[in-house]
């Protein structure tokens, strides 16, 4: 086990003890549940961390404290805000050990009152980005178990290699209760390798999410797109994370090239912008590419709410995105997505609508790929459409499964 994350450990089961002792056995057991407590994601500029907070805050009704990193990293929407409370433990998941001290010490108070635990599993769970991270969301569950509260980790892909830091911490959690709920088969599959208890199959939680928008942006589309008497837009985003591979922004020729015969706009989008995965200067720069190769292009220079992303993808004739979560947004709106995957975590969300082959690996040569598959869905978008359709009526059931017994 790394150094921190025994530590870590360590500290836990001291302040536990010491709390359980103090808040369970001296109160004799009468402490009053009054919220619950979930977990947020990392946030801070990743509109698919914001999408599926939102998602919990729209699908739970009681009164909930929602734990975060930094205030600023998640933004409560207006009419929700009455009934949740949030809570800046700064070293619950991050940070050194005098932050995990103080912040562990007031998560185990949050847990006299709390009913629940949840955490957004999202692709955080597997150690894939932060092994010691991964391990103590997975702690905070198995704790929060340990304390009697209902704990679960939800909507989480698991790929087929985890950090022995984060599967550990998860087998421990899983055994002591908590409840796993996988975002696809092959997650599930996967975690049952790796005989972690308690799986469930379920969907991303955003898919249970409500609502969507117009944006000012979003009419100039139109306006251009009616202007120019173009066919449509396709919406392409150009990850940060997929940029930082090295790879040419000629690999994009091939799909502008389509774009041109096809008569259709390029709606450069966004999905992250924040230290270490910043799409923002990549996507001027693929805005700058097509522009000079002559395709009809709109840049948007900004992160939309996740409610606008909804309302830019209702009517797209196609999206291709290195982010999953502009995937499902797209996918929640039955029409179809292109995704440049990493870590494997896409392939099980393509699997449930059957569209495995629209999963591309962001190696030298995708571009031909992708736009190979954007003909195969321009000439067929009629039929496509009517299967996604089809398929999202039980994706949707079973993202609703998140939130059983919340």
């Known amino acids: 086990m790394d150094t921190r994350t025994q530590i870590r450990s360590w500290l836990g089961w001291a302040i536990f003890l010491v709390g359980y002792f103090f808040l369970k056995v001296l109160s004799f057991g009468k402490t009053k549940a009054e919220y619950q407590i979930l977990i947020a994601p990392p946030g801070g500029g990743n509109i698919g961390d914001q999408a599926m907070v939102e998602s919990f805050l729209e699908n739970t009704t009681k009164p909930t404290v929602l734990v975060v990193t930094r205030k600023a990293d998640i933004e409560l929407p207006a009419h929700v805000q009455s009934s949740f409370r949030m809570v800046e433990l700064k070293g619950l998941i991050y940070g050194n050990v005098v932050h995990y001290i103080v912040s562990f010490t007031r998560f ?48 989480f892909s698991w790929n087929g290699a985890p950090s022995d830091i984060a599967k550990n911490a998860l087998l421990q959690a899983s055994n002591q209760g908590a409840e796993l709920c996988l975002r696809d088969p092959l997650s599930a599959k996967r975690a049952r390798e790796d005989n972690l208890a308690n799986v469930v199959e379920v969907a991303d939680l955003v898919f249970e999410s409500t609502g969507a928008v117009e944006t000012d942006e979003l009419l100039a589309v139109k306006d251009k797109v009616s202007e120019q008497n173009l066919a449509g837009y396709v919406l392409v985003n150009a990850s940060g994370l997929i940029s930082k591979k090295g790879l040419d922004v000629a690999e ?29 200067p990549p996507c001027k720069e693929l805005y700058n590419y097509f522009f000079h190769l002559g395709v009809q292009v709109y840049l948007i220079e900004r992160l939309f709410a996740p409610k606008e992303v909804r309302g830019i993808t209702k009517e797209a004739k196609l999206v291709v995105t290195g982010r999953m979560h502009l995937a499902i947004m797209s996918l929640w709106n039955a029409v179809p997505a292109i995704t440049l995957a990493t870590q494997g975590k896409v392939d099980g969300l393509k699997q449930m609508f059957d569209i495995k082959e629209y999963s591309i690996a962001p190696e030298a040569g995708f571009g031909s790929q992708v736009a190979s598959k954007a003909t195969e869905v321009l000439a067929d978008q009629v039929a496509l459409v009517d299967k996604l359709t089809l398929r999202l009526a039980e994706v949707k059931a079973r993202a609703k499964l998140n939130f059983s017994g919340l």
């Open 252 to 280: 994009w020729h091939a799909l502008g090239e389509l774009l041109k015969k096809q008569n259709l706009l390029a709606v450069i989008i966004p999905h992250v912008s924040r230290p270490g995965g910043d799409d923002i």
């Open 108 to 155: 185990i108070g949050l847990l006299s009152k709390a009913e629940s635990v949840s955490v957004v599993g999202a692709d955080i769970m597997d150690g894939a980005y932060n092994p010691v991270a991964s391990a103590a969301r997975a702690n905070a569950v198995f704790f929060a178990s340990k304390f009697g509260c209902k704990a679960k980790v939800l909507g």
